[in-house]
């Protein structure tokens, strides 16, 4: 039963966190009077310790104490005496646990914002590294319009922010103390709760103490934004697959990343994407593991909950391993623009089509224009570029002899002019505007 | 192969967004000269005529035509001729999709938190009808400590609190144009995208035209959010039938919610409660469904995101429905304060052990003696209530002839002095907190 | 509370299943001696009519009746009266509607056992009419080593062979009569439940009356092996789509399959793979909000079981549709010999390697040596086969005159030899056997 | 990169099935020709010396070497030195893992299908422990009808019956050897896998190698049916912690199986049971996990599926784990018939209801009586055993002075004659059939 329950093997990660709630704890029990002050300074002296050894790696984890809280008590016991038994005064298992886990996450979620950042940037580096190198843009995997590789690579930039927004909603909702909820109902204590959310740094207080005890949305709403993440990381992944393989190949990955055959050594597997295109079943798979955990659970606490951290662990750890590598990858990746064939292509197509309709054709007659030229070109072998106006009038009188300026990829992206378009000037403008933000955010936190 | 790529089953509840959306494009192309006054005007006529006639319900929907944007161009194309066809000037159905999605999840969201709010106010009348009813407070199921019944449902209104501010969150960042972004990389017409938003009350724009057409993840966060709400309802659920069990009978439900046999009158089904605890299943399946079906997509559009829309439409018809029963059902619940027993349960046990605490007893110590009293009582057939000042004095001498006090339900929730606890005042204070702040909210959107 | 109970706009797909297990119910009760034979004559032809008048689609599906059995109980009562009431003798709601789905069930698997076994001939129709097509074979997305596009096309072969199977266990295994069970107890009429269970074709009963009720096991194992096949589907249509794309170019699709642009006439959009790669979100979810539902239940049954259908029904439907179209769709795949570029590539590498080590060259050292020789061919942009004897001598001296027999993808196959390997004859004959496998059980089916 | 990509910390448990797969494949290597007797038989005793130093805890495994094949190579080496390297011959990595794995699920099913059979006896025996004593049957929760617990008990020994014969459809499944499948295509060594599969106990070999190395549909059906266990033992949990709670006081649960609080003696907190149905959430999980790590994979091994083993490892570790302490736990479980309050409930209504109908009176008819008889009851404050002959009378003639024959759980269960059904002796029968049948399987398994 005993090892059945025990959580020791996962929940040692938050050692320091309880301790660092202990420690404001036994302050706040002197501060109140509900503790005497030496008795008080005896607990924070020896938990203090405690993080020490535990720092030092001196620490001794046995598998006898069931979890990270028993380790420590028992610690403190050996150091202080009997004393250590009053530390538990207004306190209880329930509300320590996720005053632990939200000191945790909150921690946690600021360094994968950080890393997010970061992974922004490295997107921005290889946009500038290549900044006008023009790619087929697809749609249903198929070869629609020619784009910027940097406005390609500025649609993830926009997701990211939207994953690390995400996290930090899920951080300003959970901000907050549940210590003082004690075993569910409060305490007869005249604690502070004021006095202990703000040594620990928390914004505000929980307001109601069963909820405090009993609900895990933080956790899962946190679990959530991980999982779109990874998600979005899938995407990327299954893009720099398709990228390196033979038969695009458009781009070489750096071999430090990669793994080979030393018979083919130009067979480069890119292993590290495909893990993290194969972790999103983790992180979509620990979404599930909480939801499905919290369901049907009456209040307040149960047992069930336990299940909460290893999931979300998981998640995290898998979030961080795979930004961190990324971040080191993405900008070592080098494109080989001559593999992407633009001259054999039909990507122009809907820009002779806009041409056509600027001149007076209606849309579904110019489409239908393009369509014949485009069958006529390929029936003679022919791109679209190899055409002569004298050709093309056949299709439609509308075409003058400036129609060969709408063709190419060059003068498809430099058409585009709206708003959020693959314009290489816009596309420069949002890349000096994530630059600027990213850097904003990034004198904010030093100056905090 | 048309039947199998069919969406009008399920997207025809996007029309009036679709038409809205094509009303504010065919203004702006005029805005802009791309259009001609007079052919803008002809559009937005029939375009709004076939809203009108939708709104009727006249309008034919063909099974004939695969999605709810053919439908309506179909029907323009009638009215008014070829013009209808420069209506797809600057625009595709993959930034025309999403825009109909964004606009229906904006509405539907503000009335979810609309909803959300009301069955806030259910707990509170609930919390108010029986506001000194003291109910025993659970921990693994099993009687722990004493709580006012309002109280616990308040930790409901705690949760539903973060349901409401998820939905927001999610709605402050889904409510951003895609218009504009065209297939994939925008477009040479020169469009003005922030008419439109404002036409359409969105309050930003999207700036990268392949994210705006690639990406879900605004939808999987909204699926989130009702998926974790419908694990709350399925806790609130659990104990409704707990609670209206035989061997419980704390709650009575009325009639016109329940079913029963004919033979067994006093045999009521929760089936309501049932009936939403399972549909935690659907919330949390189509929340994976959403999260397997974007894992691994290249950009821009692929037709897999088709399948966006029937897992979304399912989560928020879920959930209203669910908060509108509930809304009214709550209120009606009647309780049988009889069925609690609190004359035979134990729960005072850890205010007797505060008690010795507080007389100086550590608290190890103070459990122990506590532990031998209620043993004693086992053996005897007695309560704590019933034993006298000589006998509890066997247990320590720590206890004093005001040791009574500390006993019985009522005792237990008025020792209570911690923020956030059970304590009576408190509670009558943050039900009066609630009832401000949402008809602050009412108000605000009132005159709005 | 009616509208949110009902589920008549789901399960009157039940309908004839209810009738037929109420027309052997009835005739049991009459053969048992409960029920005289005249009512039950009178009952079985009332619900003959019902069936009838459904099968012709003049049957009135009303709204204000919340299910298929109130529908068909209400419409018998107005054929014969109130002799309709004595059919619910010795028989509830519980044991009732799960008749109806086990036998719905039944009869599903059948059919898409015998859809999947068409499915394999499509891909053997494929395979044959390309039987000497060589292809890359890939590890990471990689060109690895040349395989015949047959062996790679009998892997699917192969994993339908066990969706099927799964299926056919899960068959098996729910092949059992719940009826009986009424609402949990069983019940005190001397019932005949193998008269029953023999009428309507099960081959055995459920042997204990509250699993009979409150289990839904069956549904998951179904939808667990629906969600399956979906994911081999969507490895298929990953291929598809990649292999109809630009870069890669190896295949065409049929028109008829596929959407694009009047103004591309090029571009194919492989919409039907999309779209099936897209529905494994779907089967995925339906199997976790099965999961999900039924966690945590008491015994017996539970209102929260209505919630088994809706997830059970779509994945079906999913399943046939996907399977149907496929079914048409893949003979009719061309493919593009001249896109696979066989003389670009170095998948002979690891032939090359076996050759050497055939030589007594260790594993190693020939993978080291053919390493060398790739190199030396990448830096004078050459392909394996363009090297001559002397050049090779340079990196081992074990390369002999018959050295250029083991380069070219047609070596390479040929000299496979193993077992399961994609040696020409091997797979010629592996076709064979899976012909006459399907064709033995499609003459079993036709005798039955 | 390496920390990212390595699997050493959780493959290492494969490391005795990656050590028999090598000594078949070395053995068979020599019975072919491909290999000399000698190099076969130094690398046979190098392998077996490697399991032994493994079996004694003396193997030192490195982080620096990344999965558990390349330290058992390694090892190999510093034995035998390069002899080991010809050990991969006719073998690549992609094989090899698959072997691993298949070897695993086959010895870990063969356990948890012997741990389901004795937890099905676990049943039998806490069912014959208290072979009369009688409970309320549910529906919704309600009290509907009385049943024998044995009853009740055997509905769970059928749901474990069908997951031991799901697992065990699983094992048949993939009791095949993928060894020789080489990278993806076979090979031109001409091995004889046979000859290895009967080394290893395999009944059959895979018959299409890229099948072999990319599918792992055998480890999502092995971790299904393992979640649809994981849903059973959740229900069974539910309904021990409701029995063991206050309200119900049906059963009282073993100390060494709870926790509590040293102040409340009498609270004993189903610790066990809480846990188990939470970790129904990490087997949906892990379900979900894979499922979406398989989705959308091209042929043959992409690098993601290196995550299909912590997923399955740990469904396997918990089912395991959860099953063993519950074989204990189970029988230990205390009944209190005094707190089944048979003497309050009404849940012989049905049984006379039952009563009237076989007196003639129509099915709803008799219902209505009852229902009316049941109101009279709760106004009188009476039980229906309080009724006399002059009272029942009122409601309906049919009653006659047997009436009260069908009254009461003992009545109501003995009346029952269906097959199926809670009769007395028909559940013993069942119990004595579950016993021969249990014990035939295991006197078959130690025959074997």
């Given at each position: 039963?005993?090892?059945?329950?025990?959580?020791?093997?996962?929940?040692?990660?938050?050692?320091?966190?309880d301790?660092?709630?202990?420690?404001a704890h036994a302050q706040?029990?002197?501060?109140?009077?509900?503790?005497s002050?030496?008795?008080s300074e005896k607990?924070?002296?020896g938990l203090?310790?405690?993080l020490?050894?535990?720092?030092k790696g001196?620490f001794?984890?046995?598998g006898?104490?069931?979890?990270?809280?028993t380790?420590i008590?028992?610690a403190?016991?050996?150091?202080?005496?009997d004393?250590?038994?009053?530390?538990h005064t207004?306190?209880?298992?329930?509300?320590q646990?996720v005053?632990?886990?939200?000191?945790?996450?909150?921690d946690e979620?600021?360094?994968?914002?950080?890393?997010?950042?970061?992974f922004?940037?490295?997107?921005?580096t290889?946009a500038?590294?290549?900044?006008?190198?023009?790619?087929p843009?697809?749609?249903h995997?198929q070869?629609?319009?020619p784009?910027?590789l940097?406005?390609h690579?500025?649609a993830?930039v926009?997701?990211?922010q939207?994953?690390?927004?995400r996290?930090?909603?899920?951080l300003r909702?959970?901000d907050a103390l549940p210590?003082?909820?004690?075993?569910?109902?409060g305490?007869s204590?005249?604690?502070?709760?004021s006095f202990v959310?703000k040594?620990?740094?928390?914004?505000?207080?929980l307001?109601?103490?069963?909820?405090?005890?009993?609900?895990?949305d933080?956790?899962?709403?946190?679990a959530?934004?991980?999982a779109?993440?990874g998600?979005?990381?899938?995407?990327?992944?299954?893009e720099?697959i398709?990228?390196?393989s033979?038969?695009?190949?458009w781009i070489?990955?750096?071999?430090?990343?990669?793994?080979?055959?030393?018979?083919?050594p130009q067979?480069?597997n890119?292993?590290?994407f495909e893990?993290?295109?194969?972790?999103s079943?983790?992180?979509?798979?620990?979404?599930?593991?909480?939801?499905?955990?919290?369901k049907g659970?009456?209040l307040a606490y149960?047992?069930?909950?336990?299940?909460?951290?290893?999931?979300?662990?998981?998640?995290?750890?898998t979030?961080?391993?795979?930004?961190s590598i990324l971040?080191?990858?993405?900008p070592?990746?080098?494109f080989?623009p001559?593999?992407?064939?633009e001259e054999?292509d039909?990507?122009?197509?809907l820009?002779m089509?806009e041409?056509?309709v600027?001149k007076?054709?209606p849309?579904?007659?110019?489409h239908a224009?393009v369509?014949?030229?485009?069958?006529?070109?390929l029936d003679?072998?022919k791109?679209?570029k190899?055409?002569?106006?004298i050709?093309?009038?056949k299709?439609?009188?509308?075409?003058e002899?400036?129609?060969?300026?709408?063709?190419?990829?060059?003068a498809?992206?430099?058409?585009?002019?709206s708003?959020?378009?693959t314009?290489p000037?816009?596309?420069k403008k949002e890349?000096?505007?994530?630059?600027?933000?990213?850097?904003?955010?990034?004198?904010?936190?030093?100056n905090?």
């Amino acid at each position: 039963m005993e090892s059945f329950g025990a959580s020791i093997q996962f929940d040692r990660r938050l050692a320091s966190y309880d301790i660092q709630g202990s420690i404001a704890h036994a302050q706040m029990l002197a501060h109140c009077g509900i503790l005497s002050k030496s008795d008080s300074e005896k607990m924070v002296k020896g938990l203090k310790e405690i993080l020490a050894s535990i720092g030092k790696g001196e620490f001794v984890w046995s598998g006898r104490l069931e979890d990270v809280h028993t380790h420590i008590e028992s610690a403190l016991r050996e150091k202080i005496g009997d004393i250590a038994d009053r530390l538990h005064t207004a306190r209880s298992r329930n509300d320590q646990v996720v005053l632990d886990l939200r000191m945790y996450l909150k921690d946690e979620i600021s360094k994968i914002v950080s890393l997010i950042q970061q992974f922004q940037k490295a997107f921005l580096t290889l946009a500038s590294n290549n900044d006008d190198l023009i790619i087929p843009g697809f749609t249903h995997l198929q070869r629609a319009q020619p784009v910027l590789l940097a406005h390609h690579l500025l649609a993830y930039v926009e997701m990211l922010q939207r994953d690390g927004e995400r996290l930090q909603d899920a951080l300003r909702r959970l901000d907050a103390l549940p210590l003082g909820a004690c075993a569910l109902a409060g305490t007869s204590f005249k604690i502070d709760r004021s006095f202990v959310a703000k040594k620990l740094g928390f914004s505000r207080i929980l307001e109601n103490s069963m909820d405090a005890v009993s609900d895990r949305d933080f956790v899962i709403e946190v679990a959530s934004a991980l999982a779109i993440l990874g998600v979005h990381l899938s995407r990327l992944s299954e893009e720099m697959i398709l990228w390196s393989s033979f038969d695009f190949g458009w781009i070489e990955l750096p071999d430090a990343f990669t793994t080979g055959s030393s018979a083919m050594p130009q067979k480069k597997n890119p292993d590290v994407f495909e893990l993290i295109r194969g972790k999103s079943g983790r992180l979509i798979g620990n979404l599930s593991r909480l939801l499905v955990m919290l369901k049907g659970l009456p209040l307040a606490y149960n047992r069930d909950l336990q299940e909460d951290k290893e999931a979300i662990f998981d998640s995290i750890d898998t979030v961080k391993a795979s930004l961190s590598i990324l971040i080191y990858l993405l900008p070592l990746i080098q494109f080989r623009p001559e593999a992407l064939k633009e001259e054999e292509d039909f990507s122009s197509a809907l820009d002779m089509a806009e041409y056509l309709v600027k001149k007076g054709v209606p849309f579904r007659q110019a489409h239908a224009v393009v369509g014949e030229a485009v069958s006529y070109c390929l029936d003679q072998n022919k791109t679209l570029k190899d055409l002569i106006l004298i050709e093309v009038q056949k299709f439609s009188k509308y075409f003058e002899s400036d129609f060969k300026n709408c063709l190419g990829w060059n003068a498809s992206v430099n058409s585009k002019v709206s708003q959020g378009s693959t314009n290489p000037k816009l596309v420069k403008k949002e890349i000096e505007k994530w630059e600027r933000r990213i850097q904003n955010t990034e004198d904010r936190r030093q100056n905090k």
